[in-house]
Each structure stands twice: as structure tokens, then as C-alpha cells.
């Protein structure tokens, strides 16, 4: 690069932590320029026509309980910019066999009150997450550091720490422990694994502060509103430019990298030492994911049509069924009976169909770089709490791993989070424990979500390694604030 100076700081990258990390850099008055590889922004927010023109499917992710925790997308005030939220009635429903269905209510009282038997042992559990939320999503969504809320966020660490198969046993009765087995699925970890019930706990608070809610139009009105935000700021961003090499960028101070470590060590070979690159290419990725998008004819026929008030919906059955499909996955085999995250986006947004047909998006984990398609299982698992599911099917599309993968560099092997997220790579992501967004090289930077807090759209990410850049970069004093755009 030459030593003129184009822009103060380049952004590699137009997911949520990249927007977030260039709308950071914009608000003190930077030149801020985005690239991004493919034809339009967004990483994992992206909306698509999938299957036919007119009907709006998110590619990624539909649901966003961490766009809502999140202490600095709350400050962009996006809804200037375009974006509306839409709150179905449930947060997440929770079908089991003989049994009404488990329903996570936004209203913390009532979800307690009918787990019946379980009701004070929820409220004894969660009770403290929801009440002390903010402190702990200002904590906990950031790299590891001295706590502003030493005491509230230890008392969540001795909970959050223990395995999910562990902190069940707080819970007595079968339907309190299979609720919790799906929200804390959400670490695609076997839940035994320690730091698993973390996941769980912190969905559980979402849903009772901000919600789970689906963004109207889809995911990419997220990308859109953040785009339009940072435009406003100043900001330029040019889509369809791959980076390959540093020295296909325009000379700046700062290059934030919304990259996961693989991609970064070649881009920046030259410019890292080798020790460093080592550790890169030791990086390790989790699990991937099989999708299916479909376009039904009719809403989904749920047993239980509590379910069709929820946006989202787990099917697994109980803890131990849940947890037994996890560890086959988990240890590189293939569950028949997997458990399966569903999104019915347009039973509460009209905007995703043409007419009045529908939308839906299900996906299963499955082993990092398999490409074994998983339709029959995932259809078997809706036909055993939606009986009659695939006669209101009219088409489908399912992305494997590798179409995963080819979709967005990001997803490696169809890794979805940046990296797994076990407790070894939890805050120490990409490589260093207590500085982990910079690199031994002037200038360069992580913002993905191969760093702490790892994935979600919450952008706290691309927060965080803006804030290290303006202090390290441009001497910009007391960075850690959360700003107003």
C-alpha cells in the first residue's frame, strides 16, 4: 500500500459486524470505505428469491433476538433508515408428542406460570438474567475484561459455565427441560459441553426484554437500514470487489477485517509473521448446517396451533432427545432424527409472498463439509408434530455446506459462526485471550465474528475492533462509549 493516505480506515466485508465496524469509525468523522465481494451487501443477512420471483426468503438468518440485546445496534436507531420490526405473539414454540405444546412467551411471568410445577425454579433460573440484562449483555457481549457488574455477571457465570445437561436438572419436569435443550442447541455444541447453558440463559433473557422479532422484507432490510446509516455518516461501500491481497486496497490507517482467520492469513500474508499465521491456520471451525427454504401452500398444520403463533420453532422432542442428536452430531455422524430450527417468516409479514401462499426456512446442524442431504430427516421430524406437512408443500430448495460455503466465503465447511464456540474459542477467538481484534501487524484488525462475542447479528463485534482502532490508530480517547448515531 502507498504511504498516501485515500481513507482513514477500509472495511473488508459488509456483514453485520463490518457495517457495524464502519458506521463505529464514521461516527467520529472517518473516511470509511466498505469492499465487498459479492453483488450486494449483508453476509449473513441477506433476503433472496430463492425458489420463484415475489416470494422473500432469508438466506441466513431470520430470527433476531441478538440485533435486540445488542447495547450498540439499540443506539443506531435503524428504524430511521427503514427498518421495521415485526414481534410475532410467541418468541419460540416447542412441540412435544403427547403434550401441548412448551411455549417461550415474551411475558416473563406467564412462561413461568405455564411450566406449572417448574414455575418458581424459572423464575429462580431466568429471574436474574432478565433483571439484571442490561448489565450482563454489556458484559457479556464483548471480549473478556474486568466487568462494569462484577457480582451480577459471576452469579450468571456460575450458571452459564455449567453444561446445558448439567443446569437441566435445575428444571423438574420434562417439557421445562426440552424447552431449554432447544435454546441452548443454539450453541451447536453437544450439551454436555461446558458453557452451553450460557446460550440457553441468554435467549431466555432475549425474550423477555427485546423479543425474538423478524425484520419486515427480511434480513436484508437489517444490511439496508446500517448501509443507509453509514452512507449517511459519509461512507462509501463498492460491492462486487474480492480482496485477495492488501495491495489491492487504497492506501488508509486501518483495515478492519470482517474475514474469518483463514481468509485473513492469505490476504495478509505478507504483512504477519509466520508464528502468527500458524495460529490462524489453527483456528478451528464448527459445525455446519443443511437448510431448506420452502414456498407451502397453506401454513404449516401444527398439532398444536399454539405453534403457529410463534416465529420461531423447535422440534427435537425432549432434552435427551435433543442432546442425543446433537452428539451424533457433533462427533461427525448424521441423527435420523435431527433437531431442527424453524422460521415462519410470513405468517406474521405479508410482504415476504406474492399472494397467499407461504414461506418457510428450516435447518438441521450437521458435520462441518458434509454434504448429505438431510430432507427426508428434517421432513420426518415436521410430519411428527405437523402431521400432513408435505402435502401443503409446493416447492423447495435445500443448501448444503458447500453451497453454503459458496455462498458467503465466511461459512466455512458451512460454519454459519465464525468458528466454533466451544469455551476454548469462546473469548479467545481468533488468537489472543486479551487483545483479540488486532494483529501483530500496524493497522490490521478482526471485526468478524471469529471474535468475542462470536456469532449473532449484533454487531458488537465490528464495535469492538472499531473502538481498538480509533485508540490505537488515531488517538481517538474514551472509544468504549456507546454513541448515538
Partial sequence: MSE????????????????????RLAQEGLSVKIFEASPTI????????LIRPGYHHDVCSAIHPMAMASPYMQTLDLENYGLEWIHPEY????????DPAVILNRDFSRTAFELGEDEKRYKNLVGPVVNNWKELTEDFLGPLSIPGSPFKLARFGLKGLQPACLLKKRFKTERAQAMFAGLAAHSILKLNEIATSAIGLVFFGAAHTGGWPLPKGGSQAIADSMAALFKSLGGEIETGFKVESLEQLPPSKAVLFDLTPHQVAKIASDKLPESYKKRLYKFRYGSGAFKIDYILKEPVPWKDPECGKAGTVHLGGTFDEIARSEKIMSEGGHPDDPFVLVAQQSLFDDSRTPDQKHTLWAYCHVPNGSTKDMTEAVENQFERFAPGFRDVID??????????????ANYIGGDINGGRQ???????RPVSLFQPYAMPAEGLYFCSSSTPPGGGIHGMCGYH?????LRKDFGISKPDRILKA
Fill in 42 to 49: 449483508g453476509g449473513g443477512m441477506r433476503t433472496k428469491e
Fill in 465 to 469: 475492533a472499531a473502538n481498538l482502532a
Fill in 91 to 98: 418468541p419460540a414454540a416447542h412441540p412435544m408428542d403427547n
Fill in 422 to 428: 466451544d469455551i476454548w474459542q469462546l473469548f479467545s
Fill in 4 to 23: 498516501t493516505v485515500k481513507y482513514d480506515a477500509i472495511v473488508v466485508g459488509s456483514g453485520p459486524n463490518g457495517l457495524a465496524a464502519a458506521i
Fill in 395 to 408: 416447492e423447495k430448495i435445500t443448501m448444503n455446506t458447500e453451497q453454503f460455503h459458496s455462498y458467503n
